[in-house]
């Protein structure tokens, strides 16, 4: 339970007082701040307009000649609501969120590039050294061509493994079998790690190359 700063009436963690309307600055899980249900298959048209609804609500100038206590509630509760939304609305830091709430980390299956990468990954690196160690001019301007063309494939890889992430997140919604569901949420987030470091990497070649 938690009391409203402004009107003192105890009640279940929320956002808003459910009496008076005024901030609370309750500690809320990222579902429970925007008032959905814990499910990763979110309605992101829905998702925004709560938001935007309980900005206004929140909204620290609303309150700027309230007392300390409703001021300081009106500061925490926009700051979750807004790390909340930022969380939820992608999809991959949505799926990275959901493995905090079940205990688990990216990182303890995250030590080495996946199988389902690994020949991409090496390839790509390989042109990368090749583009950055072209000493004539014609040939390192062939190899960036040639970047920029796997550049257009990466992005293609990447939206194909996005799509993938939100399917997977519809078979939570049952889940039959929640450790494998748990494994198989943790290799698309991992390939999509190494796809995002990847593509960075070449972005930052190919404008390196541009400047040279």
Partial sequence: MIECPSCGKRQEPLLTCAECGSPLAAPLDCFAA??????LTIDLDALERRYHELSRKLHPDRFAAKGPKVRDASLRATATLTRSYRTLRDPVARGLYWLELKGEKLADNNKRVPPEVAELVFEVQEQLAEMQLASDPEAAHELATEVTARR????FTMDERLAELELHFAKWDEPADEKMLT???KTILSNIAYLRTLIRDVDRALENAKAA
């Fill in 34 to 39: 925007l008032g959905f249900p814990r499910k």
């Fill in 152 to 155: 257009v494939e990466l992005q």
């Fill in 183 to 185: 494994l198989e949420l």
